[in-house]
Structure formats: C-alpha cells, structure tokens
C-alpha cells in the first residue's frame, strides 16, 4: 500500500470537507427545488448534467478508454442504485430539515462497516455493535415516532441509508479494478437514461427561472461534490477522511437556518450530535482495526 505524505493528506482532508460543504449545499438546493419541480423532472437534469460534464471533460482526455470495462453491468447497478438514493433522498428532504436528514443518511458508513462484515462472515466487535445501536438512537431522537401520529415519511431517510450502503459496497468492490471518472460516467449516464425514460410522464412546465437554476446547480453540485470527493481518496486514506464526513451534518444545519429559518430543538441536536459521535467513533476503529492488521506478524 503506498504511503501518503503528510502535506497530500491535508490536502485530502481539505477536498473532503470541500465535498461535504458541496453535498449538503446540494440537499439544501434539492429541499428548495422539491417546493416547486417534479421528482423526475429533478432527477433528470441532476443526473443529465454528471453524464455530460464527465463526458466533456473526461472524453477528450481518456478517448474510449473511458468506456472500457469487463463489468458492465456492475456499472448499471451501481448507477441505479445512486439514481434510488437520490429518489428517496429527493421524497425525505420534502418532508423534513435539512440537517436532520443529513444526519440520519450520516448512519450510512456504520451500516456499511457491519454489512460488509457479515458478507464476509467476520466477527462484528460488541463496541462496533453499540456505536450502530448509539446511531440508531440517534436516529429516534431526531424522528421521535409518536404511535398514530407518526409521519410516515420519515421512514424516506431509511431508504436512503439502505440504498447509499448498497451503492457504497458495491463502490467499494468495484474501486479495485475500475477507474474511478469511468464510474462516474456510467454513474451519470444511467442516471439520466432512466430518468429520461419516466420524463414524458412526469413532464410539468416550469415558469420560474429560479427553479431552472436550481435544477441546473443540483446537476452542478452534485458533479462537482463527487469530483472533489474523488481527488479526496487519491490524496489520503479512506479511514482518515471518514471521521471529515460528519462536517456535512453542521454544513446543512447553516443551510437549513440561512434558507428555511429552521432551528433544531434540543432533542434532535442531541440525536444529532450521537449520530456525528458513532459516525466518527466508528471510523476511528476502522482505522485502528486496519493498522493492526497491516502490523500483524505473519504465520
């Protein structure tokens, strides 16, 4: 495994938040666009404006390298998968605060961790057991079910978390053998197909520009957030960028309060700050359990 030096690893560290500082500007923009646009209509220039930056870019550079792969299919579900998360993603932010929902996606790395385990028929610690229970706590916290009362929509973020964790293992199996802008390509373009298809039955006309514009940023943030997260993972570790993810949550609480004039009460700062806590809690074991592992004598 290379060696990362310390000056490149500030540099990832700084990219890292610069993406997360992308990607809850995205819900934030994605919240303010679900009040007027339709869901596929969102979901159509989101993923149109991936596909045709990264060809643009990428295409003229790669040639039909970009388009070289043995796992094609691989690449469809994956794109498929992000396409659900930013679904569900689009039907929670409709529903609740930005920054509440962040934080609840935010349990998608601890959910992956022990996912990844039990594919892998490996043994689950009992401290990596309490920080997803403590996340899971958090989580009640923030969406606090009140029995008859309860909004069922609250249920969207779960989609989400499931939905991001099966695009993050799948990620995570493809990284080994792929080029990362070729799967963003795939990504994009799988994207923008599906939701070109549904596009003639969910076409509405949109007066207003600022909707246009919205829609266009979402297309925008959402490329850009990726491609930074992207140069992130060259340039460090992926266990020393995870615990720099939980900086996505307070990003989207100031985007919360600047647009919408929303304010967390007590409880769900509270829920909030748990789910930051396991979420970093468990990407430091991570880091721990990988560095002695690499330590470990051989037999």
């Known amino acids: 495994m290379a060696e ?9 560290i700084g990219l890292a938040i610069l993406a997360m500082a992308c990607f809850a500007t995205l819900d934030t923009t994605t919240k303010w666009v679900s009040l007027s646009a339709p869901l596929m209509v969102a979901m159509f220039f989101r993923y149109a404006f991936q596909a045709l930056a990264t060809t643009a870019i ?7 390298a970009l388009l070289q792969t043995e796992h094609l299919g691989l690449h469809i579900a994956r794109g498929g998968l992000l396409l659900a998360t930013s679904i569900f993603a689009f039907l929670s932010l409709k529903h609740m605060p930005v920054g509440e929902f962040t934080a609840i996606v935010l349990l998608t790395p601890l959910i992956v961790t022990l996912l990844a385990a039990r594919m892998l028929h490996e043994k689950v610690s009992h401290l990596r057991l309490v920080l997803v229970a403590g996340g899971f706590a958090g ?13 069922w929509a609250l249920l969207f973020p779960v989609c989400v978390v499931l939905a991001n964790a099966g695009f993050q293992l799948l990620t995570s199996r493809m990284a080994r053998t792929e080029d990362p802008m070729t799967m963003q390509f795939y990504t994009g373009w799988t994207g923008a197909l599906v939701a070109a298809l549904a596009l003639p039955f969910a076409w509405e006309p949109i007066a207003s520009h600022a909707v246009w514009g919205g829609l266009l940023l ?16 060259r340039r460090a570790p ?44 468990g990407a430091w074991l991570t880091a721990h359990e990988s560095r002695a592992s690499a330590e470990a004598p051989e037999h």
Not at 4 to 12: E, N, S, T
Not at 218 to 233: C, D, K, N, T
């Open 4 to 12: 990362h030096a310390p000056q490149q690893v500030l540099r990832g």
């Open 238 to 281: 992926a266990a020393v960028l995870m615990p720099y993810m939980y900086a996505q949550i307070a990003f989207a609480m100031l985007g919360g309060w600047l647009i919408f004039s929303h304010v967390p009460d007590a409880w769900t700062i509270a829920g909030m700050a748990l789910i930051a806590v396991c979420g970093a809690a």
């Open 58 to 64: 990428e295409l003229p550079r790669q040639g039909r």
């Open 218 to 233: 979402m297309g925008f943030l959402g490329s850009l957030g990726h491609f930074i997260f992207i140069q992130a993972f």
């Open 139 to 151: 989580t009640l916290a923030i969406v606090r079910p009140k029995g008859a009362d309860f909004n």
